[in-house]
């Protein structure tokens, strides 16, 4: 994800509060130690996934694993100090949330196995040598697909065919000029236009927006980081009060009022991060385990953001659906 994506930002509260012995092991405890960018607020919804994936693989509550979750607050000075903080204090595993917290703590060890999730593009930064031999100490998930960015514009362009001038909100950081690039690509192959419009701060947001109207964007790709995520609400505000068409890489955007969203499910991302902890406290080395891609997309339409901004959502769209909010 740049993209939440972020997606998977919410397994940080998921884990948090897991600890103690599995039968049949010593009596030592492993450490979790856990990194995600933005802040605690809000990811409650996933706290009982990730304790049921975790719970059903034999890692339960208050008996045999310790977690020390720690949420950067979209600050990056932040996030680096607790990226050192975590390695310093030599856990067994280190989770960190999309590519700030994942570079951050590579860049501090060599040797703590880290899982990644919800990076974007983890071997063109560096992160692994390969998705299905990832070697040293990392692997994980990867959010992003080639193919999603060319659904996602294709879809826009059916909710709405006479746009040709689509905004695209990211955070101008290498782990989204994938999406970026792909995304301008699918564009021109349906003669669309796209330009960029960075958020870096929480101040920007309303300056993209305020940019996207002054250079008349007709519709809008939102890129999901930990910035983008925490202010997900005034994002789609935003984007409602200027009526644009708006495309978002999770639901929780089309739950908060956006338009539509198409991506991968954060909750089997926050499942399948807990199977990497569970194979690596059992044994197996982060560089032998290949990194995963998304293999669940879900497409929600909100009916009710339509009606607001007077558009009317085809047919063919709103078949496909896997959920409608009315």
């Not at 196995?113 to 994980?140: E, K, Q």
């Not at 997900?232 to 955007?253: H, I």
Request: aromatic fraction near 4%; proline fraction near 6%.
């Amino acid at each position: 994800m740049t993209r939440p994506t972020i997606a998977a930002m919410a397994l940080c509260l998921a884990l948090g509060g897991i600890s103690s012995h599995a039968a049949g092991q010593p009596a030592r405890v492993p450490r979790i130690g856990v990194l995600a960018g933005p802040s605690a607020a809000g990811n409650e919804a996933y706290v009982e996934a990730g304790r049921d994936a975790l719970r059903q693989l034999g890692w339960v509550e208050g008996r045999n694993i310790q977690i020390d979750w720690r949420w950067g607050d979209s600050t990056p000075a932040r996030v680096q100090a607790l990226a050192e903080e975590l390695v310093s204090q030599k856990p067994d595993v280190i989770v960190t949330i999309a590519e700030g917290p994942t570079g951050r703590v590579m860049r501090g060890t060599t040797a703590i196995p880290i899982v990644m999730v919800a990076v974007d593009d983890p071997v063109t930064l560096g992160f692994v040598a390969s998705l299905a031999r990832p070697g040293a100490n990392v692997t994980g998930i990867a959010s992003f697909l080639p193919e999603l960015a060319a659904k996602r514009v294709q879809l826009l362009r059916e909710l709405a065919p006479r746009v040709s001038r689509v905004g695209f909100i990211w955070n101008g950081n290498p782990g989204g000029a994938l999406g970026l690039r792909e995304t301008q690509a699918a564009a021109r192959r349906l003669g669309l236009t796209v330009q960029p419009f960075e958020v870096k701060r929480d101040e920007d947001i309303p300056r993209a927006f305020a940019a996207i109207a002054s250079e008349r964007m007709e519709a809008l790709i939102v890129l999901t980081d930990p910035r983008t995520w925490n202010g997900r609400a005034q994002v789609v505000e935003l984007a409602n009060r200027q009526r644009l068409p708006a495309m978002y890489e999770l639901r929780e955007f089309a739950d908060a009022g956006g338009l539509v969203s198409y991506g991968a499910s954060l909750v089997e991302m926050i499942r399948r991060a807990a199977v990497y902890i569970d194979k690596i406290l059992k044994g197996a080395r982060p560089g032998d385990l290949p990194v995963e891609q998304p293999s669940t997309f879900e497409l929600v339409v909100n009916v009710k953001t339509a009606r607001q901004i007077g558009l009317s959502v085809p047919r063919s769209v709103l078949l496909r659906a896997d959920a409608l909010i009315e």
